[in-house]
């Protein structure tokens, strides 16, 4: 009887299997489609549920609405003409997701297949409308070609032996005369506690205690190879490896070649100004004087490096103390004019 009975249910009252997961479809839509400018009016939303193939009565999605608002879902009732009703309040805004995409664009550690992969998830972040202005390119030279090269496994090694508090092992390799990666010390196995990772200039940096030396070292990441935690060797503890920190106010290094770290004078022509601080940050401070030339006091750590960003900025930038340092900075330019 049941069976002759159901040829007479009318198709709009057909069990459909979709509809026990209705309010999800719905909560998809709004998702996807609507914000604070963007809204969908009742029709406009059953007529997407249908092209899912839900069949749904405006009773329905009032109750669905209803549900999902209490669930904390953002669901905002717009009077306009018709009214609209739209997901306002989203865990990004479209600002922050923005950045996280030229953050991903700018990495040169990833490959570019790696970087639209990551890409194409921080899209799902957001709705139809703002995923066409999520279509950013930012040109990147010296970005890795393979996944082989990645340091992202890398970075997780070491991650892993830093929260089970472990020494790190791992080969070293320079690049050789032939231009090509070799192992250094024949190929002898680094054991170092590591400490800590940065990211400077495009590259990784890994700050760790080396017990050979007693000091720290730092290491890029991308010619480390044979990465393994030690995790029968516990990480070795001392007051430097305690206090070791990064500060954006410490002296700042160049090429990340450290030395002994100096408060040095630097004076630069007044328009040029910008320089200073995009090389050294808020730490540069800028000293009153009657000189046509502005100066700053800056920390930097003496090297070769320094002298030579100096010399490359062509009388741009000059140093004019302490005397101690531009007598040094002379010796350098004789020497290479000597060699």
Not at 111 to 124: F, P, R, S, Y
Not at 178 to 198: C, F, N, Q, W, Y
Request: hydrophobic share 40%; aromatic share 8%.
């Amino acid at each position: 009887i049941l069976t002759h009975f159901s040829a007479y249910i009318p198709h709009s009252m057909a069990y459909n299997s979709k509809a026990k997961i209705k309010v999800l479809y719905l909560l998809k839509i709004l998702q996807e489609e609507t914000d604070a400018e963007h809204g969908l009016t009742m029709p406009q939303i059953i007529e997407r549920l249908d092209q899912y193939g839900i069949h749904a009565e405006r009773k329905s999605v009032y109750a669905d609405i209803k549900a999902l608002r209490e669930f904390d879902i953002d669901i905002r009732t717009y009077q306009r003409c018709p009214v609209e009703y739209a997901i306002e309040r989203r865990d990004f805004a479209l600002g922050e997701l923005m950045l996280l995409v030229d953050a991903v664009q700018s990495c040169r550690a990833i490959t570019d297949k790696q970087a639209q992969m990551l890409i194409t998830n921080i899209k799902q972040l957001a709705n139809n409308h703002e995923q066409l202005l999520l279509d950013r390119r930012i040109h990147v030279r010296g970005r890795i070609k393979s996944k082989s090269e990645s340091v992202l496994g890398t970075v997780d090694i070491i991650h892993e032996a830093i929260r089970l508090r472990c020494k790190l092992e791992f080969s070293y390799r320079r690049i050789g005369a032939d231009g090509k990666l070799h192992e250094t010390r024949e190929g002898r196995m680094h054991k170092v506690t590591p400490i800590a990772i940065s990211y400077d200039d495009g590259f990784y940096y890994l700050s760790a205690w080396d017990e050979q030396y007693e000091d720290t070292a730092e290491y890029r990441l991308d010619r480390m190879a044979k990465v393994r935690p030690l995790k029968d060797e516990k990480a070795t503890r001392n007051p430097g490896i305690d206090r070791y920190s990064y500060d954006e106010d410490e002296a700042v290094m160049f090429g990340r070649f450290g030395g002994n770290e100096v408060t040095a004078t630097l004076a630069v022509i007044p328009d040029k100004a910008g320089i200073i601080v995009d090389r050294f940050g808020k730490s540069a401070v800028f000293l009153v004087t009657n000189d046509s030339m502005a100066h700053a006091r800056v920390r930097i750590c003496k090297s070769e490096q320094f002298f030579g960003w100096i010399a490359g900025m062509n009388n741009v930038v000059r140093i004019v103390g302490p005397d101690a340092l531009v007598e040094e900075y002379r010796a350098y330019l004789r020497h290479l004019l000597e060699n």
